[in-house]
């Protein structure tokens, strides 16, 4: 009920926008109490890299802060990710996730490759 999409293979310094629409059977995203994204880099743990509130407060991981940028657009029930200046080291499956009701919904994962 969460698909992420927007992923792709980009040169360092470049940028991608990645989208996670969710499905009105799960409900409505301006509801929800936090939406995230996080990301996995290859035999690594998944990370939260940033978290957008019902309220709108964001936050962000240090090493994405100034780089990225979360958003909601309750309309279109969708969550964006900007990700501007990319580096190598951002490589990996971004996965987009939320909490309704004590069930925790994660997206498929989309995979963002950065080349040096």
């Known amino acids: 009920q969460l698909v992420e999409s927007g992923g792709g293979l980009v040169q360092a310094g470049g940028s991608l926008r990645l989208s996670c629409a969710a499905s009105?059977?799960?409900?409505?995203?301006?509801?929800?109490?936090?939406m995230g994204w996080y990301r996995q880099a290859p035999g690594k743990e998944r990370d939260l890299v940033a978290s957008?509130?019902?309220?709108?407060?964001?936050g962000y991981a240090d090493a994405v802060k100034g780089r990225f940028t979360i958003s909601r657009d309750n309309a279109r029930n969708t969550v964006y990710l900007q990700m501007n200046s990319l580096k190598p080291e951002d490589t990996g499956v971004y996965y987009c996730?939320?909490?309704?009701?004590?069930?925790?919904?994660w997206g498929q994962g989309t995979q963002v490759t950065v080349s040096s």
């Open positions: 996730t939320t909490r309704v009701l004590l069930v925790d919904y």
């Open positions: 009105r059977s799960i409900g409505s995203i301006g509801s929800f109490n936090t």
């Open positions: 957008i509130s019902r309220g709108g407060v964001t």
